[in-house]
């Protein structure tokens, strides 16, 4: 049986919100809450419309709450793939399945952020400002650093290339 190389687990590039943008994005999410829910109730509208601002209120302090809870997610990119670290340590995608990383400027991408394209569905979740994964796509990016989030994006690409090398050799 060969020996498991020990680069493969080894991590090569972390990517966690960024606490201003994080900042940032919390409050607004918590002051759209507060107008959604002061306007349905100091100056109330038609029933349907005050059931409507209610509903938008409190999913928008469901969306709060979810990315208060992002702070603490951290993403580890290895050889092999891109993952949660900590307990849950969820699998957003392995490289092997990664078709191709969209990056462009008009790519529908979180902002600073990356897409990979699969070859397989990709897990379903979502951490707000973080990550979220949807069909055949895993999005990364929204709070995160832009160059801590280029930086994996890079990672990605030329592992890809390493990939392609060796296919093409092979």
């Known amino acids: 049986m060969p020996t498991?190389?020990?680069?493969?687990?080894?991590v090569i590039a972390r990517l966690e919100v960024a606490p201003v943008?994080?900042?940032?994005a919390l409050?607004?999410?918590?002051v759209l809450a507060a107008l959604l829910l002061y306007?349905?109730?100091?100056?109330?509208?038609?029933?349907?419309?005050?059931?409507?601002?209610v509903v938008m209120g409190g999913?928008?302090?469901?969306?709060?709450e979810r990315s208060r809870r992002a702070k603490g997610v951290l993403l580890e990119l290895t050889r092999t793939e891109l993952r949660e670290a900590g307990p849950s340590g969820r699998r957003l995608a392995r490289i092997a399945d990664v078709r191709g990383v969209d990056r462009g400027a008009l790519a529908f991408k979180p902002a600073n952020g990356f897409l990979l394209r699969l070859t397989v569905k990709a897990p379903r979740g979502w951490v707000s400002g973080l990550w979220w994964g949807l069909g055949r796509t895993v999005?990364?990016?929204?709070?995160?650093?832009?160059?801590?989030?280029?930086?994996?994006?890079?990672?990605?690409?030329?592992?890809?290339?390493?990939?392609?090398?060796?296919?093409?050799?092979?």
């Open 27 to 30: 409050a607004m999410l918590y």
């Open 39 to 53: 306007i349905a109730f100091a100056h109330p509208p038609e029933a349907a419309w005050a059931v409507f601002l």
């Open 139 to 170: 999005a990364v990016g929204g709070t995160t650093p832009a160059g801590a989030t280029r930086f994996m994006a890079e990672m990605i690409a030329t592992l890809l290339k390493e990939r392609a090398a060796g296919q093409d050799a092979g």
């Open 4 to 10: 498991p190389d020990p680069t493969e687990d080894a």
């Open 59 to 64: 999913i928008a302090l469901w969306q709060a």
């Open 21 to 24: 943008r994080w900042g940032i």
